[in-house]
């Protein structure tokens, strides 16, 4: 039970950070490694901020704030010239962006992991035999709150289709009436917003920052991505939960028997061998 | 090998400054370039001067050889000093070994290296020596049932191998052995694993990241367990980034702060003075490692044939982490392993284990 | 030749459907194409021409029903393998490799059926001399040679659509599939295109066109197949098709259309067939 | 001097790997981010081998061929069942699986990795790295060779009409399953026999060494250059072995200079500084032009 | 004032330049059609109208408002709306997304809007919820043209609707051009089959190489021997 909690929070942190990534993935076919940028950034800013001024809250407003602005600059300067020149060069660039980040980040905050023991004013939860941290129950509210309103306004609102129709042909969407690059900006701002959030969430929850903290999540979100099938964001959220849970599943009843990164594209793999099309495809259409 | 040449003696040196490994390189370059300053305060080596040579190798396994073929063909170092970890060591010490210039291991733990050939000399006690100690002090601690919760890589390997050995023969019964990669933070479940499993004490082998994350696992979930933890958590950033997590806790390790030896306390003032962050014992390992080459050179000449032959006399060496009788026929030390405990904002010495049948290699 | 009998047809369609979820693509098709034979297949907009083509051509495997190739028939709906039986096919969106040249696009089209294997297709796609004659010859009858040279993505609709039949021709097929040939090519082109197919079946190769352009291909054809809503509405010879009434009501019109279009015949055709 | 030449090695066996790499990634068009994966089991099957076996550096290389091309075929049947982005992030996990495969299984010695390789002989002498070099030589020459025929031949045509148009591809004959798959079969099996030298150059081999981050390397050597091309592969792998190396002084920028180069790169010249349409590429044309029309446009007037 | 006004229009492809100094206008509620054969730069023209294209010279008005200087889809908010050369629908959208996706709020509703168009092209309206990529060729051309017209455009910019379509759809499409013309929406469409389209237009223009080479009446065109040579002779 306290095993299956533990893979939810975790899942939930996953599913935080792979939801950018995958409404960028979705919107222009870029898998986008540079995001985990943000993810770093947000934790920095949250530990730094909340060292300097006692606010966490601040630390994490500023966090999305400057997530947002990255990844407006991002796609403004460095993506969207390039894009035609399809998925490969895109994601080797990405590569090319995180590393010159975590490079500025240790350079700016030194080697060493960073650690402001913040402190949140929130209750621990008893239920029953379970106690849940207050961090990880507020991990838990964020990003089901964020999953609600992405649902709603993907699949409830013309933005949904509008965000489809860039998707599938930025310049003819531009030609009926979509004003393309602005839909493209909103969806980097706000990914690498949630994942400065999910950051921020993250290194206070383990109260912990390193300039790789990006690593881990950078890769395995690619996996998530996949396993929900690719550019759909209830598959992604799916997905990330289910990676979550699998993890503290196999290492509470086998111990690390598989390196945890392995576990993940393990999953991967069998479940695209079964299933080639993902958990919950998006919609192709082969011509 | 390389001569000596010219007005300076080049010595060699490589460590991890970026990538994965950055914060060890910081504390291990520093610890080099004290060793260095130091000596050339005191006018050199047969009035001349030593150059440090420094390479980055960026945390990454291949950079080992090509860094040390320059350090032996371009830079013609006499002699070097590894301050990285066993996979680069290892690489590089096969070049060094083939050119016959001496390399000196600081704090690679992986008993391998100084396998290579006699010109490679490892400074700091093995994995197998620190993990059979681990076991004893244990045992000394009234544990019986350990759990071991170890990282995936040689420096775990050498550890965990080096206890579970001597741990029979100290009457342990190792419950559980759990090995994590490199960056794991989610420890809750590994930790509820040892304690159905019987566990009365959780030896840990950990670098400081995966450390961390250990100590919150294990006081989040109530768990009162014994842990002794080893050198891979001796290191600047650990005491900050721990807060008092790991209080109670035991680490075995080669620097022991509370030192009365005026070698240990000297390195300590003077690394303070030179430096705006602690010394750990990556810092102190490097110092050594150049000091003992430079004493060597000091004592034999400045040839590399010159410092080998110093390196293999070298007698009652005294340095930050302890003095050094000799180096054994298979160029490993003898040294005392330290038990420190987290007390407060502050490692303590509680122990020292010195039954040679331990800490031989 | 229509009129000839008793020849083993050269393609036999039996039966055919295709169904996509809940619509019946294609129901119960049935006609056949004798060698050297010109078909023309017509019908309304999503009636199924191209699914049809799709089916002979091996990329969709038909929901039920059959295709037969020299009387023996396709077992496994792979294009490769039907290509090998002598089937050469170009789609209703012109698909070219635009980063090879046109020269390279209809030298690909060329040698398929010889170098089916790896090591055999490993051999210089330049060297060899008959081919190489091939590929002019066959660059020259589409008109291509003045671009021959020039990345396929770059070069106009017009001459994309000519490079596709000549890169389906590339390896003597008996049978080409030729999808809306027509289309995107403007009313100056359309009397060199005709001049084209004519060429084609000249040579002995059975052509089955699709094309609204309905004068132009039923000027051209032996026989037609009209389709409508996946059913075969009729078959028949060009003048059949032109007065059936179901034909004109369904797909036709009453109206003056481009249907009344007449093609010069191409010279000599006459004598041949 | 020998540093000089220990670089130049490893720039030639890494333009080896990339120069393989482009069969799939370049001509097939197949986003393989997996090609360390390859070069690391013909590394070690080459290391276990000869330290554990005692086999002899010429006895290892068919075998480190063999196991990375059977690999190797094992992935092309697996992108024939995956749309072009799973497929991608599929090669990314093999990273990572092979990577733990290396370290869990005992076969491979585990996350120490192998040292101690013996040097390779060759008729009672042992390798020098002058040998190492003059090896590697002869090994880019093979690969090079192989890419050329491939490139050349309606096999490597259609290879490119399948990266661009499976359909069409099949529809001109191609059997588009058995290409693919050979096509990776033939790039993992050159990958893992430079794998194998690289193994003996190094003497010690880690399971890191062949991760994610060597995968990724290959791969931005080959767009840096050119993807798609053999001097864009040659000269990618050069570059970005040698910027490291030049910019040893500048120790703790050293990645930050890498990072910043291979986007303004990729930024400024998607297509590679050597590749088709670059600015390298498209000057080097316009000059032979003018060389070549020069004289003719005297003959004209004389005629 | 024109609606329209296209004056020594230069435009092109990266260093090729296509359009050289093309003028053109269109008043409202006029029909004008442009003729040309193959690769005479017609699909340029409506693609730098629309912003799809680089102006690299020349003036582009639409009354006084300066079109150049919009981005594209500020042009359709301005009721420009354009079917694209070659359909280009979106394909993983079911055909009712794709004309949600062009529908614009102030005006009449939603369904309202649908409604009207399923009028149109039935064929539309039974495949609603049929992903756009797996229609056959005429139905993507229909629902292209749907696209366009269910924003009500003021201008109506085309590029070959004809291409594919079945003879009597093309037919029906050209009176439904009129239709829409008669009650007030302004047509530029650029269009091979010369027969029909200078049956029903307005004025017409002749496109050669990048310039415009004839201009007038659409009925005086259909009767000028230049244009019947070229354009007439097999539709
Ligand atoms: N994958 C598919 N899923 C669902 N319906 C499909 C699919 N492919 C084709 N259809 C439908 O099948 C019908 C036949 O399509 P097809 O492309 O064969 O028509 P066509 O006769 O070639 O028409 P056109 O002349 O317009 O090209 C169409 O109504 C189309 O919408
Ligand atoms: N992507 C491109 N790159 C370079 N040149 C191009 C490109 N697209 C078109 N062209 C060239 O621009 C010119 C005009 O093309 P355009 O498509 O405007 O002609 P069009 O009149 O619409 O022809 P069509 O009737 O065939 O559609 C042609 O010469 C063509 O070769
Ligand atoms: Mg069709
Ligand atoms: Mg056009």
Redesign the interface.
């Known amino acids: 039970m306290e095993t299956t909690v533990d893979g939810l929070v975790i899942g939930s942190l996953y599913a935080l950070v792979a939801l950018g990534p995958c409404l960028v993935y979705g919107l222009l076919r870029v898998l986008d490694i540079a995001n985990a940028a943000a993810l770093t950034l947000g934790g920095y800013l949250v530990l730094v901020l909340a060292e300097r001024s006692g606010s966490p809250l601040l630390g994490v407003l500023v966090g999305m704030a400057a997530g947002a602005v990255l990844g407006w600059v991002v796609q403004r300067w460095i993506y969207l010239p390039i894009l035609d020149r399809g998925p490969i060069v895109t994601l080797v660039t990405g590569i090319g962006l995180y590393i010159v980040a975590t490079e500025l980040f240790r350079l700016l905050f030194g080697p060493s992991q960073r650690s402001a023991h913040v402190d949140l004013p929130l209750p621990d939860l008893h239920l029953g035999s379970v106690r849940l941290e207050g961090i990880d129950l507020l991990v838990l509210l964020v990003t089901f709150g964020v999953i609600g309103i992405t649902w709603y306004v993907l699949t409830r609102t013309r933005s949904g289709v509008l965000w489809q129709a860039v998707a599938q042909d930025r310049h003819v969407a531009g030609a009926v009436g979509v004003n393309s690059p602005r839909v493209i900006a909103a969806v980097f701002a706000v990914g690498y917003a949630l994942s400065a959030l999910a950051g921020a969430l993250l290194s206070v929850k383990y109260d912990a920052v390193y300039p790789t903290l990006g690593d881990i999540p950078a890769y395995k979100m690619l996996a998530i991505i996949i396993l929900g099938g690719l550019g759909s964001p209830l598959g992604t959220i799916v997905a990330a939960l289910l990676i979550g849970l699998v993890e503290s599943w196999v290492v509470a009843s086998f111990g690390f028997a598989l390196p945890r990164d392995a576990i993940a594209f393990v999953a991967l793999i069998l479940m695209l061998l079964i299933r080639p099309q993902g958990l919950i495809p998006s919609r192709v259409v082969k011509v | 090998g390389g001569g000596s040449g010219g007005d300076t003696v080049k010595v060699g040196f490589f460590a991890p400054e970026t990538g994965f490994g950055s914060a060890d390189g910081r504390s291990a370059l520093a610890g080099a370039r004290l060793a260095v300053e130091q000596v050339n305060a005191d006018g050199g080596i047969d009035g001349k001067l030593v150059e440090l040579v420094t390479y980055d190798d960026a945390s990454d396994p291949k950079q080992g050889a090509v860094i040390a073929t320059k350090l032996v063909t371009q830079d013609r170092v006499v002699a070097a000093v590894s301050g990285s970890y066993s996979p680069q060591t290892l690489a590089g010490a096969t070049i060094f070994q083939r050119n016959k210039v001496p390399l000196v291991s600081a704090y690679a733990v992986n008993p391998g290296i100084p396998e290579t050939g006699d010109f490679i000399f490892q400074q700091d006690f093995n994995g197998e020596v620190q993990g059979r100690a681990g076991a004893v002090q244990f045992a000394q601690d009234g544990v019986r049932k350990p759990a071991i919760i170890a990282i995936d890589n040689d420096f775990g390997n050498a550890l965990v191998d080096g206890f579970q050995a001597q741990a029979k023969k100290s009457g342990l019964d190792v419950v559980s052995v759990d090995k994590n990669e490199f960056g794991e933070k989610d420890f809750d479940a590994i930790i509820r694993r040892a304690v159905d499993a019987g566990a009365d004490g959780i030896y840990l082998v950990q670098y400081v990241a995966e450390g961390t994350q250990f100590f919150r696992a294990l006081r989040k979930g109530g768990t009162d367990l014994p842990v002794l933890s080893t050198e891979g958590i001796d290191s600047a950033g650990f005491l900050d980034s721990i807060g008092g997590l790991a209080e109670g806790a035991k680490i075995t390790t080669n620097l022991n702060r509370d030192s009365t030896a005026p070698a240990t306390k000297a390195f300590l003032d003077a690394f303070a003075k030179a430096n705006d962050f602690p010394a750990d014992m990556v810092a102190a390992s490097s110092y050594d490692a150049v000091t003992m080459v430079l004493d060597a050179a000091k004592a034999s000449g400045t040839g590399s044939a010159d410092i080998q032959q110093g390196l293999r006399d070298l007698k009652d060496h005294e340095g930050a982490t302890g003095t050094v009788a000799t180096f054994t026929d298979g160029r490993q030390v003898v040294k005392p392993v330290q038990v420190l405990q987290f007390r407060g904002p502050k490692l303590v010495a509680v122990g020292e284990i010195t039954d040679p049948s331990v800490i031989t290699p | 030749m229509s009129t000839e009998g008793k020849v083993t047809p050269l393609v036999e369609v039996r039966g055919i459907g295709v169904r996509f979820g809940g619509l019946q693509a294609l129901d119960d098709v049935s006609f056949d194409v004798r060698p050297g034979e010109f078909v023309s297949v017509i019908g309304p907009n999503g009636a199924g021409k191209s699914t049809l083509f799709n089916v002979i051509s091996g990329v969709q495997r038909p929901t039920s029903g059959s295709v037969l190739i020299d009387g023996r028939p396709i077992r496994r709906y792979r294009p490769d393998l039907v290509h090998a039986r002598g089937v050469g096919r170009t789609f209703q969106v012109a698909r070219p490799v635009g980063s090879l040249t046109v020269r390279d696009n209809v030298l690909l089209g060329a040698g398929g059926r010889r170098l089916h294997g790896v090591l055999s297709s490993l051999r210089p796609r330049g060297r060899d001399k008959t081919l190489q004659h091939r590929v002019d010859d066959l660059l020259e009858l589409a008109g291509l040679t003045a671009v021959a040279h020039r990345p396929a993505a770059e070069i106009s609709p017009g001459d994309l659509r000519r490079m596709e039949i000549a890169r389906a021709l590339g390896d003597e097929p008996r049978l080409v599939l030729l999808d809306e040939p027509a289309a995107g090519v403007g009313s100056d082109g359309l009397t060199p295109l005709a001049e084209l197919l004519g060429r084609i079946s000249d040579r002995g190769v059975a052509v089955l066109l699709v094309e609204h352009y309905v004068g132009l291909a039923l000027s051209l054809s032996d026989r037609a197949v009209v389709l409508n809503r996946g059913r075969l509405l009729a078959l028949g010879e060009p003048d059949e098709i032109r007065a059936n009434q179901a034909v004109i009501d369904a797909y036709l019109g009453t109206k003056r259309s481009r249907g009344t279009v007449v093609v010069p015949p191409a010279t000599g055709t006459e004598e041949e067939r | 001097m020998t540093y000089a030449i220990v670089v130049a090695v490893t720039a030639i066996l890494m333009a080896s790997v990339v120069v393989s790499l482009n069969l799939t990634a370049g001509y097939a068009g197949q986003p393989n981010l997996a090609q360390s994966a390859f070069f690391g089991l013909g590394a070690y099957f080459a290391a276990v081998l000869s330290v554990q076996h005692g086999l002899s550096f010429w006895a290892v290389l068919p075998v480190s061929a063999l196991v990375s091309g059977l690999a190797g075929a094992v992935l092309g049947a697996i992108s024939l069942r995956l749309r072009e982005d799973f497929f991608a992030i599929t090669t990314v996990g093999l990273n990572f699986v092979v990577v733990a495969l290396f370290k869990s299984i005992d076969f491979f010695g585990g996350a120490t990795g192998i040292y101690g390789l013996p040097l390779p002989t060759l008729g009672g002498t042992s390798f020098t790295n002058d040998h190492f070099l003059v090896l590697s030589a002869l090994l880019l020459g093979l690969v090079v060779l192989v890419s050329k025929v491939v490139r050349d031949s309606w096999y490597g045509g259609m290879l490119m009409a399948i990266r661009e148009d499976e359909l069409v591809a099949s529809s001109l004959g191609a059997p588009v399953a058995l290409f693919k798959a050979s096509a990776f079969a033939l790039s993992s099996l050159l990958a893992g026999v430079v794998g194998a030298v690289y193994a003996f150059f190094i003497s010690s081999i880690t399971p890191e060494t062949f991760g994610f981050n060597q995968s990724v390397l290959l791969l931005s050597m080959l767009i840096i250059g050119g993807m798609g091309t053999i001097r864009g592969a040659i000269v990618g792998a050069v570059l970005l072995t040698l910027i490291p190396e030049m910019f040893r002084f500048a120790s703790d920028y050293r990645s930050l200079v890498y990072g910043v180069f291979l986007v303004l790169v990729l930024r400024f010249q998607p297509q590679g500084l050597v590749g088709e349409d670059s600015w390298l590429a498209r000057g080097a044309a316009r000059l032979l032009r003018r060389s070549r029309s020069a004289p003719a446009a005297v003959t004209e007037v004389s005629a | 004032m024109s609606l329209l006004t296209i004056e020594s229009l230069r435009a092109g492809y990266g260093r090729s330049t296509v359009l050289h100094d093309v003028s053109l206008r269109v008043e409202p509620g006029e029909f004008v059609v442009v003729l040309?054969?193959?690769?005479a730069g017609k699909s340029t023209l409506m693609q730098a109208v629309?912003?799809?294209r680089p102006v690299t010279g020349g003036r582009l008005l639409l009354r006084d408002l300066d079109l150049a200087a919009q981005?594209?889809?500020?042009r359709?908010?301005h009721r420009i709306?354009?079917v694209?050369e070659?359909r280009?629908v979106?394909?993983?959208?079911t055909v009712e997304?794709?004309l949600?996706?062009?529908w614009?709020p102030p005006g009449r509703g939603q369904a309202a809007c649908l409604d009207a168009q399923y009028d149109l092209f039935e064929?539309l309206r039974e495949r609603r919820s049929?992903?756009?990529?797996?229609?056959?060729?005429?139905?993507q051309?229909?629902l292209a043209l749907a696209?366009?017209l269910i924003?009500e455009p003021e201008l109506l910019v085309a590029d070959?609707i004809s291409?594919?379509?079945?003879?009597?759809?093309?037919?029906e499409l050209f009176e439904v051009f009129a239709r829409l013309n008669r009650a007030g929406t302004a047509i530029l469409l650029a269009e091979?089959?010369?027969?029909l389209a200078l049956e029903f237009a307005t004025t017409a223009y002749v496109m050669e190489t990048g310039q415009i080479t004839l201009s007038g009446a659409a009925a005086d065109l259909a009767n000028d021997p230049r244009v019947a040579d070229?354009?007439?002779?097999?539709?």
């Open positions: 040309g054969s193959n690769g629309m912003g799809l981005p594209v889809h500020a359709v908010r709306a354009y694209p070659g280009r979106f394909p993983a959208l997304e794709n949600i996706s062009a614009r064929r049929q992903l756009a990529g797996t229609l056959s060729g005429g139905e051309q229909m696209r366009a924003s070959e291409l594919g379509l079945a003879p009597m759809v093309v037919e091979q089959s010369a027969v070229a354009y007439l002779r097999m539709s």
